[in-house]
T-cell receptor
Framework: GAVVSQHPSWVICKSGTSVKIECRSL??????MFWYRQFPKQSLMLMAT?????????EQGVEKDKFLINHASLTLSTLTVTSAHPEDSSFYIC???????????FGEGSRLTVL | AQSVAQPEDQVNVAEGNPLTVKCTYS??????LFWYVQYPNRGLQFLLK??????LVKGSYGFEAEFNKSQTSFHLKKPSALVSDSALYFC??????????FGTGTRLTVIP
């Protein structure tokens, strides 16, 4: 089946640094990818919709300059947490639409810890 | 606006017993409904979906869900629970723009 890969799965960084998380669709093309944030014991919050070759669409309350999203190819979207702070510590999950099957596949998630 | 409600934060069931995880939805138009499972520190895994057709949908790992239009429900069920079924379960509804909206999740604990 289709696979979505996220990297890194774990990252620890110092406050003030930037962290990039990659989301790749391994065996299908994804014109649209989604980024979610999950707080402990809470549901997934949609952060933004990433469209290949165009700007991402951010959900209300999500800082565009804080969470930079780039969807440069049909198989790769990146989320960069800029000038990370401890409150940005969270579990980030991406998902990607397989345009051929209409199925949505999720990555394994990336846990960010900002010290 | 689309929304999903999972009224139970926690469901405990003895191994071998049937389990039900509840979900109700609110949607304009035809509902596209999904169930996902999440294991600790992992992404979501697709279990099953309802788009159209039979109200009883069968999915992965022996799970099934029953779509009930009159009650706007899509409860997840399994005839005989396994300890390995212990996880966090999310119900979701898809809107016209292909965005998924998730419920708050239900933590299932299967007791040996």
């Amino acid at each position: 089946g289709a696979v979505v890969s996220q990297h890194p799965s774990w990252v620890i960084c110092k406050s003030g640094t930037s962290v990039k998380i990659e989301c790749r669709s391994l065996d299908f093309q994804a014109t649209t990818m989604f980024w979610y944030r999950q707080f402990p014991k809470q549901s997934l919050m949609l952060m933004a919709t990433s469209n290949e070759g165009s700007k991402a669409t951010y959900e209300q309350g999500v800082e565009k300059d804080k969470f930079l999203i780039n969807h440069a190819s049909l198989t790769l979207s990146t989320l960069t947490v800029t000038s990370a702070h401890p409150e940005d510590s969270s579990f980030y999950i991406c998902s990607a639409w397989d345009i051929n099957t209409g199925e949505l596949f999720f990555g394994e998630g990336s846990r960010l810890t900002v010290l | 606006a689309q929304s999903v409600a999972q009224p139970e934060d926690q469901v405990n069931v003895a191994e071998g017993n049937p389990l039900t995880v509840k979900c109700t939805y609110s949607v304009s138009g035809n509902p596209y409904l999904f169930w996902y499972v999440q294991y600790p520190n992992r992404g979501l895994q697709f279990l099953l979906k309802y788009i159209t057709g039979d109200n009883l949908v069968k999915g992965s790992y022996g799970f099934e869900a029953e779509f009930n239009k009159s009650q706007t429900s899509f409860h997840l069920k399994k005839p005989s629970a396994l300890v390995s079924d212990s996880a966090l379960y999310f119900c979701a509804v898809r809107d016209w723009a292909n965005n998924l909206f998730f419920g708050t999740g239900t933590r299932l604990t299967v007791i040996p």
